[in-house]
C-alpha cells in the first residue's frame, strides 16, 4: 500500500542533543512537508520541499533542519537551539501541482524532550 | 496571507442528531479548501475538499461542508452523528498568491458524540 511512513513513533532525548525525525514516502508525490502540533495551536508549517534538492522554512524554522536528497526521503532535524521541542511532529506529502490536491499525513512522531 | 478559524474548541452533540463544526477563512483569490480529521495519537486523514462552483460537497463517512462566499465560510456537516465521529476536526486552507503549496491550518475543534 501507498503511504507515508514517519519513524520512530515515539521518541525521547535529552536537553542538549540533536534528533532526527524520519520521513519517507512511496506515493511518487513531489511535495512534502513537516508541521508541528501542540495542544491547542493546531499544525504549524515548520519546513517544506517542492522538489528534490530544494526546501523553504515555513512559519517557525527556528531551530529546525531539512534535507531533500531523495524524493522519498524528507528528514527533520531538531537542533538543540529549538527552544520548546517536546511537540507532536507530523509528516505529510502532496502530489499533482494542483491547487486543490490534499494534503497526506503520516502517523506522526511524539517527541519528548527531559 | 491566509488563515483559517476555527471558533469552536470543541462541539458536543448527541448521537443520531445532525452536527456542524464551523470553519472560516481568509485568503487572497480563490479559496482551496480542506477539512480532516485526526484521531488520537494519529495522522491527518483527508475528508474532503472544496470544489469550484459547488456549495456544497460530499466527502467521507457522510460528511459534507457547505461553502458560503460571502460569509467566507466553510462548515462542516453530517445529518446524524455516530459515536465513532469523536475525534478532532481541522479546517485547512491553500492560498495560491505566494506559490506555496502547504496548507494553512486551523486550531482545531474537538467533536463529541455522545450515546
Known amino acids: 500500500d501507498g503511504g507515508i511512513t514517519q519513524s520512530p513513533k515515539y521518541l525521547f532525548r535529552k536537553e542538549g542533543q540533536n534528533v532526527t525525525l524520519s520521513c519517507e514516502q512511496n506515493?511518487?508525490?513531489?511535495?512534502m512537508y513537516w508541521y508541528r502540533q501542540d495542544p491547542g495551536q493546531g499544525l504549524r508549517l515548520i519546513y517544506y520541499?517542492?522538489?528534490?534538492?530544494?526546501?523553504q522554512k515555513g512559519d517557525i524554522a527556528e531551530g529546525y533542519s531539512v534535507s531533500r536528497e531523495k524524493k522519498e526521503s524528507f528528514p527533520l532535524t531538531v537542533t538543540s537551539a529549538q527552544k520548546n521541542p517536546t511537540a507532536f511532529y507530523l509528516c505529510?506529502?502532496?502530489?499533482?501541482?494542483?491547487?486543490?490536491?490534499?494534503?497526506?499525513f503520516g502517523n506522526g512522531t511524539r517527541l519528548t524532550v527531559t | 496571507a491566509q488563515s483559517v478559524a476555527q471558533p469552536e474548541d470543541q462541539v458536543n452533540v448527541a448521537e443520531g442528531n445532525p452536527l456542524t463544526v464551523k470553519c472560516t477563512y481568509s485568503v487572497s483569490g480563490n479559496p482551496y479548501l480542506f477539512w480532516y480529521v485526526q484521531y488520537p495519537n494519529r495522522g491527518l486523514q483527508f475528508l474532503l475538499k472544496y470544489i469550484t462552483g459547488d456549495n456544497l460537497v460530499k466527502g467521507s463517512y457522510g460528511f459534507e461542508a457547505e461553502f458560503n462566499k460571502s460569509q467566507t465560510s466553510f462548515h462542516l456537516k453530517k445529518p446524524s452523528a455516530l459515536v465513532s465521529d469523536s475525534a478532532l476536526y481541522f479546517c485547512a486552507v491553500r492560498g495560491m498568491d505566494t506559490g506555496r503549496r502547504a496548507l494553512t491550518f486551523g486550531s482545531g475543534t474537538r467533536l463529541q458524540v455522545q450515546p
Open positions: 505529510a506529502s502532496s502530489g499533482p501541482r494542483q491547487p486543490n490536491s490534499p494534503l497526506h
Open positions: 506515493l511518487n508525490h513531489d511535495a
Open positions: 520541499s517542492q522538489i528534490v534538492n530544494d526546501f
